[in-house]
């Protein structure tokens, strides 16, 4: 099946630091992908929908200038997190859309990037 | 407002043990997938479906599109099913495709 990777996996970093999470479709091209956040024991919130060539549109509640969205490909897809605080400290986890040619529309998600801001 | 209701919880079983976990939802989709998520995190599509069943390996997934209902039976289950299941509808008006998910159930399998 289709696979879709997020780098890193894992990353530690300092408050008021920025992180760069990228997330790539390895064996489709994905003009949507979408970007989300899961706090422990909660279920997957979407943060945003990126679109390729276009500016991502983000959620309710999401701040657009603090969660950085590149869509510069149809392979790859980053999140930022500026200046990164504690509270910002979540498992954020991609999932890419594909589009067969036979029109069998589905998403592809990525193993996840566990972010701990200390 | 869409929501997608999961249960149980939380289900221990006995290696061996048929499992159901069910899913409603209240409006109207085009599609619902089921997501099993290891404890690492990473999270795997075992099924989309929009009417009908499917079945892959000892996974089955059923949908009731006028009771607005789903299921996902295990049948011999095993520790390695050990998981948190969980499922997402999506509803594909405009271009956006978004999935709106349950709080899933966390499955243990005992040997």
């Known amino acids: 099946g289709a696979v879709v990777s997020q780098h890193p996996s894992r990353v530690i970093c300092k408050s008021g630091t920025s992180v760069k999470i990228e997330c790539r479709s390895l064996d489709f091209q994905a003009t949507t992908m979408f970007w989300y956040r899961q706090f422990p024991k909660q279920s997957l919130m979407l943060m945003a929908t990126s679109n390729e060539g276009s500016k991502a549109t983000y959620e309710q509640g999401v701040e657009k200038d603090k969660f950085l969205i590149n869509h510069a490909s149809l392979t790859l897809s980053t999140l930022t997190v500026t200046s990164a605080h504690p509270e910002d400290s979540s498992f954020y986890i991609c999932?890419?859309?594909?589009?067969?040619?036979?029109?069998?529309?589905?998403?592809?998600f990525g193993p996840g990037t566990r972010l701990t801001v200390l | 407002k869409n929501e997608v209701e999961q249960s149980p919880q939380n289900l221990t079983a006995q290696e061996g043990e048929f499992i159901t976990i069910n899913c409603s939802y209240s409006v109207g989709i085009s599609a619902l997938h089921w997501l099993q998520q290891h404890p690492g995190g990473g999270i795997v599509s075992l099924f989309m479906?929009?009417?009908g069943k499917k079945k892959h390996g000892r996974l089955i997934a059923t949908i009731n599109i006028q009771e607005k209902h789903s299921s996902l039976h295990i049948t011999a289950s095993h520790p390695r099913d050990s998981a948190v299941y969980i499922c997402a509808d999506t509803h594909s008006g405009g271009s956006n495709y978004k999935l709106t998910f349950g709080k899933g159930t966390l499955l243990t399998v005992n040997p």
């Open positions: 999932s890419a859309r594909s589009v067969s040619g036979q029109g069998t529309d589905t998403q592809y």
């Open positions: 479906l929009s009417s």
